[in-house]
């Protein structure tokens, strides 16, 4: 009962992240619209999400503790600001259809990684829907009509392929190494103030710098609905993180690119092609087989 009460909550959780992962596409097309710079608008919305996250772990008396500085530094560089700055390198070089396929990725690698770091054999059936999602993902990105870019030399390719590698790290790390009794709404502030730091950084050395900061300034609008949206996220990202493990958690990618296309049909007024939404359909089905693997696999 415990077991199944613990899914139970790991998916309603994933679901929540996918609806705001999926809700900032249309802002960060919008904002990217309206000029504003790619390192600047992350920092930003990071900084924001981080102060909400601050002030709920606060006011929760959970305050994060400087005791855990390294496991902050490592998630923050490792999960969020290391992919982020490779995509920013990539997507002009090989195009965002590719770039995208990297985070499908991520997936595959988080179990492969969880398991040889656990030296286990992972179930049959948490692969199966892994796989099942993975391949929803690539007919959705087959889909989109993205074009490639210009330069798909081998170097960038493989610069592309560190994206899952990190993120699947991050997805594993983070919870091989748990702190002991902390709350995740502390870690996910602690960790996010880091990285808000650590792209602060990356935006002057990116030659983005104060124009790029007042840019985001000029869509308050888009802006304030980004840092809810994120702050949202990551709030659920943790905990999803704590009941659900690496290896669901990973799956938080292909729930985006679902809910993505319903923003960006009801939002943005794109259409897509029926093959794309049956994608759409393969990705559910591929989450509802590793949720029931993982519920079947957890002791109650």
Not at 21 to 46: D, E, M, N
Not at 190 to 214: D, H, K, P
Not at 219 to 224: E, H, K, N, Q, S
Request: charged residues 5%; hydrophobic residues 55%; aromatic residues 6%.
């Amino acid at each position: 009962m415990i077991a199944n009460a613990r899914m139970r909550e790991a998916a309603l959780l994933l679901l929540g992240c996918g609806i705001c992962l999926g809700a900032t596409l249309p802002l960060q097309k919008l904002a990217a619209a309206a000029g504003v710079q790619p390192a600047s608008w992350v920092f930003v919305s990071t900084l924001g999400a981080s102060i909400l996250l601050t002030i709920g772990a606060v006011a929760r008396g959970r305050a994060p503790s400087p005791r855990h500085r390294v496991y902050y530094l490592i998630a923050a560089l490792v999960s969020f600001v290391i992919p982020n700055l490779i995509i920013y390198v990539v997507i002009p070089k090989i195009g965002a259809g590719l770039a995208g396929m990297m985070f499908a990725l991520s997936p595959i690698l988080t179990l492969t990684v969880a398991s040889i770091v656990a030296r286990r054999v992972p179930p049959l059936l948490g692969v199966v829907g892994i796989v099942v999602g993975l391949a929803g993902v690539l007919v959705i990105i087959a889909f989109r009509g993205d074009g490639a870019g210009s330069d798909t030399s081998l170097r960038w390719v493989l610069l592309a392929l560190c994206i899952p590698v990190c993120l699947a790290s991050g997805n594993v790390y983070r919870s091989h190494n748990w702190p002991a009794g902390a709350d995740s709404l502390s870690l996910a502030s602690a960790i996010n103030i880091v990285a808000a730091a650590l792209l602060l950084t990356a935006v002057f050395a990116s030659g983005e710098g104060v124009q790029g900061l007042t840019g985001v300034l000029g869509v308050p609008g888009l802006i304030i609905a980004q840092i809810i949206a994120t702050g949202a996220n990551l709030a659920m990202f943790f905990r999803l993180q704590q009941v659900g493990g690496p290896v669901y958690l990973s799956q938080i990618g292909y729930a985006a690119a679902a809910v993505g296309l319903v923003a960006g049909t009801l939002i943005l007024g794109e259409t897509y092609a029926p093959a794309t939404w049956a994608g759409a359909v393969v990705v559910v089905v591929g989450v509802a087989l590793v949720t029931y693997a993982q519920a079947r696999a957890t002791p109650s």
